[in-house]
């Protein structure tokens, strides 16, 4: 839903992937241009709004997201939130 046209997460993605979505912990990545640390950021975009549904609606007033090219980029493969 968040990654179209993906079928699986690469390498790093995947090493990293249960930091970045199923925790709070703080990470730093650092790989190459194209390495993928973009998805990564938006794994942390959606558990950030994960952790701010409630009954089915996001509270937007609860949250920030400050890496605001990736959110607008979230908001186009998700449409208006």
Do not use: C, H, W
Request: aromatic residues 10%.
């Amino acid at each position: 839903m968040g990654f179209q046209g993906m079928k699986r997460l690469n390498r790093i993605q995947s090493i990293v992937f249960d930091a970045a979505y199923n925790t709070n912990e703080n990470l730093l990545i650092s790989a190459p241009t194209g390495a993928g640390k973009t998805n990564i950021a938006m794994l942390t975009i959606l558990r950030e709004i994960k952790q701010n549904i409630e009954a089915g609606v996001i509270k937007k007033d609860k949250f920030k997201v400050s890496f605001l090219l990736q959110f607008t980029l979230l908001a186009k493969n998700f449409g208006r939130f």
